[in-house]
């Protein structure tokens, strides 16, 4: 499975997660992220880079390095 399936998998989780939700902030939430994720599954693959590349950039300022 690649990277774009495996964010689709994840929003179809939050979307059956969303059905079941009692509150809805939750609900929103869940929601939210599932847009999210297809929105990244369908990125083009620069766009994909440039967020591990972000994503690295930001561990190392965490990390205090």
Request: some cysteine; proline content about 3%; overall charge neutral.
């Amino acid at each position: 499975m690649d990277r774009a399936d495996k964010l689709r998998t994840m929003a179809s989780e939050c979307l059956r997660l969303a059905r079941t939700a009692m509150e809805p902030a939750t609900r929103y939430t869940l929601l939210t992220m599932a847009q999210k994720l297809l929105d990244r599954a369908d990125a083009p693959s620069s766009d994909r880079h440039l967020d591990t590349a972000v994503r690295l950039f930001n561990d190392e300022q965490m990390s205090g390095h």
